[in-house]
């Protein structure tokens, strides 16, 4: 069982850059089994994946914020993390951190998730 | 951007059978991409609910049932119940994107 919590600010102004940082724990094989996603839900509205990192560092990113979004992993500290840049009121949602388990294709354990709310 | 089509809302008695379908194409569900099933109840984070278009986690009643067919997949849940009312959502990959997607997702209500 895989626990994620993330941490980061929950107000950021309009064209700055949003940082936020998953830290992962629990009983799990290894860090390095698993691709690390983020996932947003803006208020009232549907899931958004936004992208993940593998161990090794190689990332996948969701087309429609690709040129805005980088994601990092620190595997000595069993934590990975999302920049969003140029961030507009439309980034404001509920920012999720999860699991996948290598090999496969869904999200298996989710952080309890963190609402970012951009200021204009 | 949903690229996978639910309907807004669906809706039953308790102990009736609804299902939820989730439409997509040939670039997601029709290439043979894998539809999870993810349920979110009110104010909490989505927990996955069936993986693999009909497998069940440990842990989730096998009232929730998972299907697929050419582009569409389908959720029923059997014997509904108070505790089923949330929110439901679909997911997959497509390839013309190179990402995941996610339904647009459905709003279980008991009555």
């Known amino acids: 069982q895989v626990q994620l919590q993330e941490s980061g600010p929950g107000l950021v102004q309009s064209s700055e850059t949003l940082s936020l940082t998953c830290t992962v724990s629990?009983?799990?094989?290894?860090?390095?089994?698993?691709?690390w996603n983020w996932i947003r839900q803006p208020p009232g509205k549907g899931l958004e994946w936004i992208g993940y990192i593998f161990y090794n560092g190689g990332t996948n990113y969701n087309p429609s914020v690709k040129s805005r979004v980088t994601i990092s992993i620190d595997t000595s500290k069993n934590q990975f993390s999302l920049n969003l840049t140029s961030l507009t009121t439309a980034d404001t949602a509920v920012y999720f951190c999860a699991s996948t388990y290598s090999g496969f294709e869904y999200f298996q354990d989710w952080s309890q998730g963190t609402l970012v709310t951009v200021s204009s | 951007q949903s690229v996978l089509t639910q309907p807004p809302s669906v809706s039953g008695a308790p102990g009736q059978r609804v299902t939820i379908s989730c439409t997509g194409s040939r670039s997601n569900i029709g290439a043979a991409y894998d539809v999870h099933w993810y349920q979110q109840l009110p104010g909490t984070a989505p927990t996955l609910l069936i993986y693999?278009?009909?497998n069940r986690p440990s842990g989730v009643p096998d009232r929730f049932s998972g299907s697929k067919s050419g582009t569409s997949a389908s959720l029923a849940i059997t014997g509904l119940q108070a505790e089923d009312e949330a929110d439901y959502y679909c997911?997959?990959?497509?390839?013309?994107?190179?990402?995941?997607?996610f339904g647009t997702g459905t709003k279980v209500t008991v009555l």
């Open positions: 693999g278009n009909g």
């Open positions: 629990g009983d799990f094989v290894s860090f390095t089994n698993y691709y």
């Open positions: 997911q997959s990959y497509d390839s013309s994107l190179s990402s995941y997607v």
